[in-house]
Every structure is written in C-alpha cells, then in structure tokens.
Nanobody, 121 residues
Framework: QVQLVESGGGSVQAGGSLRLSCAASGRTFSNYAMGWSRQAPGKEREFVVT????????YYADSVKGRFTISRDNAKNTVYLQMERLKPEDTAVYYC??????????????WGQGTQVTVSS
C-alpha cells in the first residue's frame, strides 16, 4: 500500500519561509518522479513543481519559479519543498504526488492527504 505523508505546513507572514516534507512508503521511491501541487479555496488544483527519479531534472510553474526549491532524498524516501519569499497567493493546501514525470495531475497515481499553508499579508 503506497502512502505519502506531508508535513511542515503552517502559517507564516508574507516574505517568510516554510519547508514541506513528504515521506513515501509502499513502493520503490526512486522509481518514480515526485511532485507538489496546491489547491486554494475556490480554485483548481495547480501543479507547481516536479522532480525526476534521481533529482537530475526539475520543473517549476512560473508562479513559484525562483522562490520554491524541490529536492529529494532517495535514501530517506522523502521529497522536500523549500518555499521562500512566500506571498498571500501561495495560500493553499499542498499535496505531494508520486508517479511519472510531468506537470499535470494525470501523470501521478498516488497523492498525499495535503498540508495547509497560510500566508498572511
């Protein structure tokens, strides 16, 4: 049974930082790309970043490029999202995902339960 468990969300003021973690279990972590998406109230889910199986490739949505950094530690079966210079519009529930490389939700077959990030102005 594949499980993805996010942690690290919380509330922060604009300009602040947060680091999200996602611990995976149930299948060989390094066989799959990992990604993060987010969904704000009343908005569609947005895929923000993805990282290839061994971390050689990353791809960021324009909305987070230069502020967010994804990384992974295959020895720990964990993917991270370092978020800097946060803005109120980054407020959303953040979900990690495991699957094939890509920036659309249909490329991923397992999702975490989500962690709330709230950025106040």
């Amino acid at each position: 049974q594949v499980q993805l468990v996010e942690s690290g969300g919380g509330s922060v003021q604009a300009g602040g930082s947060l680091r999200l973690s996602c611990a995976a279990s149930g299948r060989t972590f390094s066989n799959y790309a990992m990604g993060w998406s987010r969904q704000a109230p009343g908005k569609e889910r947005e895929f923000v970043v993805t990282i290839s199986r061994y971390g050689a490739r990353t791809y960021y949505a324009d909305s987070v490029k230069g502020r967010f950094t994804i990384s992974r530690d295959n020895a720990k079966n964990t993917v991270y999202l370092q978020m800097e210079r946060l803005k109120p519009e980054d407020t959303a529930v953040y979900y990690c995902a495991s699957g094939d490389w890509g920036m659309t939700t249909d490329r991923y077959d397992y999702w975490g339960q989500g962690t709330q990030v709230t950025v106040s102005s």
